[in-house]
C-alpha cells in the first residue's frame, strides 16, 4: 500500500489561504491513484471534500468537490513531483477540520469506503 503524508495545514484567518499537499512517503507516484481530500470537524463525520481522479501520467484526471468548497477549494496534480495539492482560498471558520488525503488504485472517484491508504492528517485552523 502507499504511504501518505499530509503536509501545508495551520491557523489562518477567515479569509485567508493555505495549500494543503499529500505526497508518497516512499516516493511512488501518486498517478496511479485516485486521491480524495476529507475532512473531519470536532463532533462531525468525516466528509469528502475534494477528488482527483487516476490518469494516465500524460493528463490531471476528472476532478470533485463538494458543494460547500466549490469555488473556493481547488485540487490539483503534479505528476513530476507526485504531489497533490489542494489550494484552500477565502476559508471560514467551518472549514476548521483535520484533513486527510487517502488514495484509491486506478480508481475514478474517492468513496470513503473504498479508499486502499490514508495519511494521518493535518490540522487546519480558520480563527481570527
Known amino acids: 500500500q502507499v504511504q501518505l503524508e499530509e503536509s501545508g495545514g495551520g491557523l489562518v484567518q477567515p479569509g485567508g489561504s493555505l495549500r494543503l499537499s499529500c505526497a508518497s512517503s516512499?516516493?511512488?507516484?501518486?498517478?496511479?491513484?485516485?486521491i480524495g481530500w476529507f475532512r473531519q470537524a470536532p463532533g462531525k463525520e468525516r466528509e469528502e471534500v475534494s477528488c482527483?481522479?487516476?490518469?494516465?501520467?500524460?493528463?490531471?484526471?476528472?476532478?470533485y468537490y463538494a458543494d460547500s468548497v466549490t469555488g473556493r477549494f481547488t485540487i490539483s496534480r503534479d505528476n513530476t513531483k507526485g504531489t497533490v495539492y489542494l489550494q484552500m482560498d477565502d476559508l471560514k471558520p467551518e472549514d476548521t477540520a483535520v484533513y486527510y488525503c487517502?488514495?484509491?488504485?486506478?480508481?475514478?472517484?474517492?468513496?470513503?469506503?473504498?479508499?486502499?491508504?490514508w495519511g494521518k492528517g493535518t490540522l487546519v485552523t480558520v480563527s481570527s
Open positions: 487517502a488514495a484509491d488504485l486506478w480508481g475514478s472517484t474517492c468513496r470513503d469506503d473504498e479508499m486502499d491508504s
Open positions: 516512499s516516493g511512488w507516484s501518486l498517478h496511479y491513484y485516485a
Open positions: 482527483i481522479s487516476s490518469t494516465d501520467g500524460a493528463t490531471d484526471g476528472n476532478t
